[in-house]
């Protein structure tokens, strides 16, 4: 097999081109039909393989200040745990946040009885967060009732290393091999903005303190997986922690929020929906350190808007066109996985709610839900020639057959694609992830079914097809996206 990653000179187009060229096989085409909208061309080559994609590729993030309700993430939420596993049968669950900078490891100390943390919203002002032993065994226990992993953040910009070291202990302890990694920091490349760090605060200045941490730690813990630099957006730092300590980690990871402040009109849901250009000159530098060092990347937080969501934008069915799309373009990449950060009722959040009034699915769930689907695949090229239209395409080998998901971005343009299968195809299934509008807060659907209250989810709505004259055709409305499977 050869893995391709895009090189940082190469649009979206020639990527996907050049992937296409690695191998020779007989692709798919898809196609549109005049009349239908605008003629848009898919290839897609199961022979051309581009990435792996995990089978815990993904995952969610929280706060760690969630953990001053050490009933939250504990065995007896079953609620949460619901809509948790329906993500998928493995994935991994993040504590961090820039509330792991201002908690306190108190051995003796008493829990609070706060119900939930949402997003941190990048004040000044933080309340500081007590973390218990028992907080930590519930996590642990909570982690396996979900058969998901678990990545913990660790007090960098307030703490020290001997107490995070305890910590860390406590965690390993009890976590066992369902840690993947410990992480030292939250957006440390932030520190001389947000008062962490004076403002002469530089990349050496952190590696220097990271490793004293690191030290400290594995005194204690000599194996203890460490995942770095969980970096905001500076890539800069991630090749030279590639470079500096691949030694001492797991994995890479940093942060990704695709727009922000809120408070900028322009950032609408037309911005979201656009092709990230920070997205695709960022990517290959990530993966160019990935491979230099030899440790995958991980993106460990992030979301549509950073600064806890925009309201109308992060909670919208455009989110979930997003969340997907994101997640299987990264998945192509290259990425180990994804982290989408949430909690509580806050704007961006996949999974809302609390304990005592029950959880619900945002718009963004079925967004991952069905990019949840490659999880265990291989990513295979699929090169879209989009003609103008605001429209994407992957496509997947894994078990049971091939799956292609295209995404129609447009808020007003159906587009119809045809399917000429090179290969042979004994049943094919639709699914369409649906909502009324891109600004719909409600009524997502993935495969005609909504997820229910206690995170129940059956595909209601499967669309059977069968090839006439060698080709499928499929009406893709404006906003919405389908998963095809070719059994």
Same mark, same amino acid.
């Given at each position: 097999?050869?893995?391709?990653?895009?090189?940082?000179?190469?649009?979206?187009?020639?990527?996907?081109?050049?992937?296409?060229?690695?191998?020779?096989?007989?692709?798919?085409?898809?196609?549109?039909?005049?009349?239908?909208?605008?003629?848009?061309?898919?290839?897609?080559?199961?022979?051309?393989?581009?990435?792996?994609?995990?089978?815990?590729?993904?995952?969610?993030?929280?706060?760690?200040?969630?953990?001053?309700?050490?009933?939250?993430?504990?065995?007896?939420?079953?609620?949460?745990?619901?809509?948790?596993?329906?993500?998928?049968?493995?994935?991994?669950?993040?504590?961090?946040?820039?509330?792991?900078?201002?908690?306190?490891?108190?051995?003796?100390?008493?829990? $609070?009885? =706060? *119900?939930? &943390?949402?997003?941190?919203?990048?004040?000044? @002002?933080?309340?500081?967060?007590? !973390?218990? #032993?028992?907080?930590?065994?519930?996590?642990?226990?909570?982690?396996?009732?979900?058969?998901?992993?678990?990545?913990?953040?660790?007090?960098?910009?307030?703490?020290?290393?001997?107490?995070?070291?305890?910590?860390?202990?406590?965690?390993?302890?009890?976590?066992?091999?369902?840690?993947?990694?410990?992480?030292?920091?939250?957006?440390?490349?932030?520190?001389?903005?947000?008062?962490?760090?004076?403002?002469?605060?530089?990349?050496?200045?952190?590696?220097?303190?990271?490793?004293?941490?690191?030290?400290?730690?594995?005194?204690?813990?000599?194996?203890?997986?460490?995942?770095?630099?969980?970096?905001?957006?500076?890539?800069?730092?991630?090749? $030279?922690? =590639? *470079?500096? &300590?691949?030694?001492?980690?797991?994995?890479? @990871?940093?942060?990704?929020?695709? !727009?922000? #402040?809120?408070?900028?009109?322009?950032?609408?849901?037309?911005?979201?929906?656009?092709?990230?250009?920070?997205?695709?000159?960022?990517?290959?530098?990530?993966?160019?350190?990935?491979?230099?060092?030899?440790?995958?990347?991980?993106?460990?937080?992030?979301?549509?808007?950073?600064?806890?969501?925009?309201?109308?934008?992060?909670?919208?069915?455009?989110?979930?066109?997003?969340?997907?799309?994101?997640?299987?373009?990264?998945?192509?990449?290259?990425?180990?996985?994804?982290?989408?950060?949430?909690?509580?009722?806050?704007?961006?959040?996949?999974?809302?709610?609390?304990?005592?009034?029950?959880?619900?699915?945002?718009?963004?769930?079925?967004?991952?839900?069905?990019?949840?689907?490659?999880?265990?695949?291989?990513?295979?090229?699929?090169?879209?020639?989009?003609?103008?239209?605001?429209?994407?395409?992957?496509?997947?080998?894994?078990?049971?057959?091939?799956?292609?998901?295209?995404?129609?971005?447009?808020?007003?343009?159906?587009?119809?694609?045809?399917?000429?299968?090179?290969?042979?195809?004994?049943?094919?299934?639709?699914?369409?992830?649906?909502?009324?509008?891109?600004?719909?807060?409600?009524?997502?659907?993935?495969?005609?079914?909504?997820?229910?209250?206690?995170?129940?989810?059956?595909?209601?709505?499967?669309?059977?097809?069968?090839?006439?004259?060698?080709?499928?055709?499929?009406?893709?409305?404006?906003?919405?996206?389908?998963?095809?499977?070719?059994?």
């Amino acid at each position: 097999m050869r893995t391709l990653i895009p090189d940082s000179t190469l649009t979206r187009r020639r990527w996907l081109q050049a992937a296409a060229s690695a191998s020779v096989g007989a692709p798919a085409i898809l196609s549109a039909q005049p009349g239908s909208g605008p003629q848009v061309a898919l290839a897609v080559d199961p022979s051309r393989e581009i990435a792996k994609v995990p089978a815990n590729f993904t995952g969610l993030s929280y706060e760690a200040a969630q953990l001053a309700n050490p009933d939250f993430f504990a065995p007896s939420n079953t609620g949460l745990a619901a809509f948790i596993r329906r993500l998928g049968a493995q994935g991994v669950l993040r504590l961090g946040g820039n509330s792991s900078e201002f908690t306190v490891w108190s051995a003796g100390g008493a829990p $609070s009885t =706060a *119900e939930s &943390a949402p997003p941190d919203t990048g004040g000044r @002002t933080h309340r500081t967060t007590p !973390i218990t #032993p028992q907080a930590v065994r519930n996590l642990a226990a909570f982690v396996k009732a979900c058969d998901w992993q678990l990545i913990y953040g660790l007090n960098l910009g307030h703490g020290t290393p001997e107490r995070a070291a305890e910590e860390a202990q406590t965690v390993c302890e009890a976590a066992g091999g369902r840690l993947v990694a410990l992480q030292i920091g939250n957006e440390p490349d932030l520190f001389h903005r947000n008062g962490l760090r004076p403002p002469e605060w530089t990349f050496d200045d952190y590696l220097g303190q990271w490793q004293e941490f690191a030290r400290a730690i594995r005194a204690r813990v000599p194996r203890a997986p460490l995942a770095a630099p969980d970096v905001a957006s500076n890539t800069d730092w991630i090749t $030279s922690f =590639a *470079e500096k &300590a691949k030694d001492q980690i797991a994995f890479l @990871t940093g942060h990704y929020y695709a !727009i922000g #402040p809120p408070t900028n009109p322009a950032m609408n849901i037309e911005r979201l929906l656009k092709p990230s250009a920070s997205l695709e000159r960022n990517l290959p530098v990530v993966m160019k350190a990935s491979r230099a060092s030899g440790k995958p990347f991980r993106m460990a937080e992030g979301n549509s808007c950073y600064r806890g969501g925009k309201a109308g934008v992060s909670d919208t069915f455009a989110s979930a066109l997003w969340c997907a799309d994101y997640m299987l373009y990264v998945a192509q990449g290259g990425y180990c996985g994804v982290n989408l950060h949430g909690g509580g009722n806050g704007i961006y959040t996949p999974i809302a709610g609390d304990i005592r009034n029950g959880f619900s699915a945002r718009p963004v769930y079925y967004g991952m839900l069905l990019a949840g689907q490659f999880a265990g695949t291989t990513m295979v090229s699929a090169d879209l020639d989009t003609r103008g239209t605001n429209a994407t395409a992957y496509a997947a080998q894994g078990p049971g057959g091939l799956r292609i998901a295209v995404f129609n971005k447009e808020e007003r343009q159906p587009i119809r694609v045809d399917l000429k299968p090179s290969f042979s195809t004994r049943r094919i299934e639709i699914w369409r992830l649906t909502a009324p509008a891109l600004d719909s807060k409600s009524g997502a659907a993935l495969a005609g079914a909504e997820i229910g209250k206690d995170g129940a989810w059956t595909p209601a709505k499967v669309e059977t097809a069968v090839e006439k004259h060698g080709r499928l055709t499929v009406d893709l409305p404006a906003a919405s996206a389908i998963l095809v499977w070719l059994r």
